[in-house]
């Protein structure tokens, strides 16, 4: 029985809820666990979208404060940050990884590893009222859940240094301005919205976006040369896929493709 998550399947859509509000739903040992184990549950269930939100007035404030406190008063914060940021960060690289789309509706406040669970996935659709944090500086922590790699490579040097450093919260707004949000929406009509777009997501030549996600993966310091042979590579693999005959049928007849995601 899980005790920090829920996961609803909508179709083709996987929705996965955080599910402790009062405590704006906190990436700790117990969540981690859970929400790794529902991604790997929910990508053998013919899943071609995930959509992950927070209950309540939060998205999630990231980890497990009184965890950290507990385990520096029994001596062992070391062990303590092993155990938890070993399933923490097994989720980014899943989500990275993930072959379909993961969508973050950011309902509130997402904070530290909780704003790096939605950097980690493909598309952000934030209510008008959420605010993102990179506290980690605060704790004395560097910014974890992978952080350090997300703001970074999307940003400016010394943008990703006050961001980080600061530790100040961010607007959604002001997160669409430095191109992390793709929308912003009322609050009321944020998981309608977001259901929308996953359902787009889901209907889509999901193959081809597994593999343009693993491409701009790869792409990330890669050398240019090297990143263009095996992009040519599936993009060869890509043209012997049902979907893509299916496109370019589609597309000859003046249609609308009905993709099949394979």
């Known amino acids: ?33 859970e929400i790794r184990g529902a991604i790997d549950e929910i990508s053998g269930k013919g899943v071609r979208a995930l959509l992950i939100t927070g209950s309540g007035r939060g998205f ?28 923490l960060y097994a989720i980014g690289l899943m989500l990275r990884k993930l072959p379909f789309p993961a969508i973050a509706a950011v309902n509130g406040h997402a904070v530290g590893a909780g704003m790096n669970l939605a950097l980690c996935c493909d598309y952000i659709i934030a209510s008008e ?5 990179q506290s980690f500086s605060k704790l004395a922590l560097i910014p974890g859940f992978g952080g350090t790699h997300l703001l970074v490579n999307q940003l400016p040097w010394q943008k990703a240094c006050e961001i980080a450093f600061s530790g100040d919260p961010l607007t959604a707004a002001e997160m669409k301005d430095l191109g992390f949000v793709n929308r912003i929406v009322h609050e009321d009509d944020l998981m ?13 030549p999901t193959l081809t976006f597994a593999r343009t996600k693993e491409l701009f993966l790869r ?41 099949k995601g394979n």
């Open 1 to 33: 029985m899980s005790k920090c998550i829920t996961v609803e399947y909508k179709g083709t859509v996987a929705v996965l809820t955080m599910i402790r509000p009062e405590k704006l739903n906190p990436l700790d040992l117990e969540a981690g666990k």
């Open 60 to 87: 999630s404030a990231g980890g497990d404060i009184k965890g950290m406190l507990d385990s520096i008063a029994k001596g062992e914060p070391e062990k303590f940050m092993d155990d938890l940021t070993s399933e």
């Open 192 to 204: 309608t919205e977001a259901m929308a777009a996953a359902e787009k997501f889901a209907s889509g």
């Open 219 to 259: 792409g990330i310091g890669a050398p240019f040369e090297e990143h263009l042979d095996y992009e040519r590579g599936l993009q060869v693999k890509s043209a012997g896929t049902g979907d893509y005959a299916e496109g370019v049928r589609a597309m000859n007849r003046g249609e609308k493709p009905e993709f």
């Open 129 to 133: 009222k959420a605010m993102f944090a």
